[in-house]
T-cell receptor, first 114, second 114 residues
Framework: EAQVTQNPRYLITVTGKKLTVTCSQN?????MSWYRQDPGLGLRQIYY???????DKGDVPEGYKVSRKEKRNFPLILESPSPNQTSLYFC?????????????FGDGTRLSIL | TQLLEQSPQFLSIQEGENLTVYCNSS?????LQWYRQEPGEGPVLLVT?????EVKKLKRLTFQFGDARKDSSLHITAAQPGDTGLYLC??????????????FGKGTKLSVKP
């Protein structure tokens, strides 16, 4: 089954404790991205990757890091999480990085930073 | 900066009623995608419209892309409780070309009561 898998689905942690949210897709997609979804603000893009070893900042990259060492994986790293990063996070992939391509989303990671 | 405004933000209706959700912008988009998101899940693509004036139907859902490719609408006929969810429109960045990213509206939260 074609899917985007995120882990963990839920995480409660404390300020400053480094964490990684993993994302993996099995569709051989070139393009992957991370979004955060907040009430009243909608989906905002954090980082995206057009292909292996190529990453770029989205609209809200501050406080986040990503890497794309393999085509299927695109982990999101919070080096020193803060409470304002409490949010619902989605990983997505598409065949290419074009606005015409449909995005396949994971089921989300709900992150709470205390 | 390209923006997409969705209206209404919230909609609560009775089963069997018709409704229309709007997605508007002052910018031109290369394409317009509609997604539905249910609680605890990621957005799922419903349709992509590419040509100005294009109309696509998906059972009781009718999607239209404006002639100037600046706006779109989603009309649901005889809504059912299963239509409940968050409806998101997303525009393809016309200036980004093959490098473009999607720009999401903030969504319309639809509740259909039995």
């Amino acid at each position: 089954e074609a899917q985007v898998t995120q882990n963990p689905r839920y995480l409660i942690t404390v300020t400053g404790k480094k964490l990684t949210v993993t994302c993996s897709q099995n569709m051989n997609h070139e393009y992957m991205s991370w979004y955060r979804q907040d009430p009243g603000l909608g989906l905002r893009q954090i980082y995206y990757s057009m292909n292996v070893e190529v990453t770029d900042k989205g609209d809200v990259p501050e406080g986040y890091k990503v890497s794309r060492k393999e085509k299927r994986n695109f982990p999101l790293i919070l080096e020193s999480p803060s409470p304002n990063q409490t949010s619902l996070y989605f990983c997505a992939s598409s065949r290419q990085g074009s606005g015409n391509q449909p995005q396949h989303f994971g089921d989300g990671t709900r992150l709470s930073i205390l | 900066t390209q923006l997409l405004e969705q209206s209404p933000q919230f909609l609560s209706i009775q089963e069997g009623e018709n409704l229309t959700v709007y997605c508007n912008s002052s910018s031109v988009f290369s394409s317009l995608q509609w997604y539905r998101q249910e609680p605890g899940e990621g957005p799922v693509l419903l349709v992509t419209v590419v040509t100005g004036g294009e109309v696509k139907k998906l059972k009781r859902l009718t999607f239209q892309f404006g002639d100037a490719r600046k706006d779109s609408s989603l009309h649901i006929t005889a809504a059912q409780p299963g239509d409940t969810g968050l409806y998101l429109c997303a525009g393809g960045d016309i200036y980004g070309g093959s490098q473009g990213n999607l720009i999401f509206g903030k969504g319309t939260k639809l509740s259909v009561k039995p």
